[in-house]
C-alpha cells in the first residue's frame, strides 16, 4: 500500500512537471517578438494622362473621368473627314496594359 501511495505521488509529480514544460515551452514559443530595422516599403503609381486632339472634327461631348475618356460625334455629313489622336501618357512609376475599345455607331436619317 505504501508502495502504491509512492508511485501515485512519483506520477502526478512527473505529470505536474511536464505539464509546466509544455504551457513554459507553448508560451515561449507565441510569445515571442523580434525587431528588424532598416526596411523600405516603396509603392508605385499608375497615372494615365489622357490628350485628345484632332483635326475637322466636331465633338457635341469630350468626358474623362479618369478612367474612361470618350468623344461623341455630332453634325458629321457624308464626306466629313479628319483625324483624331488620343495620346495617353503614363506619369507613374509603373508599367500597365491599355486596353483600347473603338466602335463607330453611325446611322443614317436618325435612325439606328
Known amino acids: 500500500m505504501m508502495k502504491r501511495k509512492i508511485r501515485l505521488s512519483a506520477l502526478v509529480a512527473v505529470l505536474v512537471l511536464m505539464l509546466a514544460l509544455l504551457i513554459g515551452g507553448l508560451y515561449g514559443t507565441f510569445s515571442d517578438t523580434e525587431e528588424s530595422t532598416g526596411n523600405v516599403f516603396t509603392a508605385g ?3 494615365l494622362l489622357s490628350e485628345i486632339d484632332g483635326t475637322n472634327y ?5 468626358t474623362a473621368d479618369g478612367i474612361n475618356d470618350n468623344i461623341t460625334f455630332a453634325g458629321l455629313l457624308p464626306n466629313d473627314a479628319g483625324s483624331v489622336t488620343w495620346t495617353l501618357t503614363n506619369d507613374g512609376t509603373v508599367d500597365g496594359t491599355l486596353s483600347l475599345v473603338c466602335t463607330d455607331n453611325f446611322s443614317e436619317n436618325g435612325g439606328q
Open 45 to 47: 503609381s499608375l497615372n
Open 58 to 62: 466636331s465633338a457635341i461631348a469630350q
